[in-house]
């Protein structure tokens, strides 16, 4: 089943999508139908049909965004660096995500990167969580590009300050549930940029799962139904190309999941991006 966040005739509701179009859910948004209990599966109570639908980022207010870096065995490669025994971390806030076709909109002086992300959403509360809990937790998996300021992030060995900028990860389109899609069996994941593609790999590849990262995150901080944990990207980003390549105003950013869905964000870079 595919469940999402949808504007239509001036408000916002949390959707299920079936054979004849979207139908309401009883919540504003899929964050708020998720944190009241609601379960994304064949249980759901199907509301009125809409019209005039228009797809947003299916989660737009996960109380935790937490991101992997440095997942793919190719891209660990490209940088240099040896596999890892624990998973890289990072966090984001809300303020972050972005719908499936909404501009990106930073500062045109700034070196943007693109990364493709399968991302999974957390539909139970774990905390001190074993793996066999972790994976019946997942309540389904929607497609992120966890867009980076590079020349920000490598200011510090820190890289919170390159990966939370506001509005600049796109999410969406749909919050696909586990029966219809199983990233262990692999999804290709791409990312094209003007058409061009930069990143292919397959979620089989994964050096850390969806189920082994809720389970570690959990070990130190409760997740809730609504999170969201991010992946990692493939091997193709542009900051590892010699010569490196950055997005530039204008492009068209695509990033795909096999099964999930496909984002399509056009990239704007302004001397006057102050967001609000």
Known sequence: MQFGTVATRGTTTAAVRTPDGWRALPAPDLSAYLAAGGRLDASTPLGDLL??????????????????????????RETGRELPTHPTL?????????????????????????????????????????????????????????????????????????????????????????????????????????????QRDSTKTLVFDAPDLLAYISTFTVLRPGDLVLTGTPGGVGTARDPQRFLADGEVLETEVEGIGLLRNTIRLTDDSVQT
């Open 51 to 76: 019209e005039d639908v228009e797809v947003l980022a299916p989660l737009p207010h996960p109380g935790k965004v937490v991101c992997c870096g440095l997942n793919y065995a190719e891209h660990i």
């Open 90 to 198: 990072f966090a984001k806030y809300a303020d972050s995500l972005v719908g499936p076709g909404d501009d990106i909109c930073l500062p045109a002086d700034v070196d943007v990167d693109w990364e493709a992300e399968l991302a999974v959403v957390v539909g139970a509360p774990l905390r001190g969580a074993d793996r066999a809990t972790a994976a019946a937790a997942i309540a389904g998996w929607t497609v992120a590009n966890d867009v980076s300021v590079r020349d920000w992030q490598y200011r510090t060995l820190q890289w919170f300050q390159g990966k939370a900028w506001d509005r600049s990860t796109p999410t969406g389109p749909v919050v696909v549930t586990p029966d219809e899609v199983d990233p262990a069996a692999g999804l290709t994941i791409t990312c094209r940029v003007d058409g061009e593609e930069v």
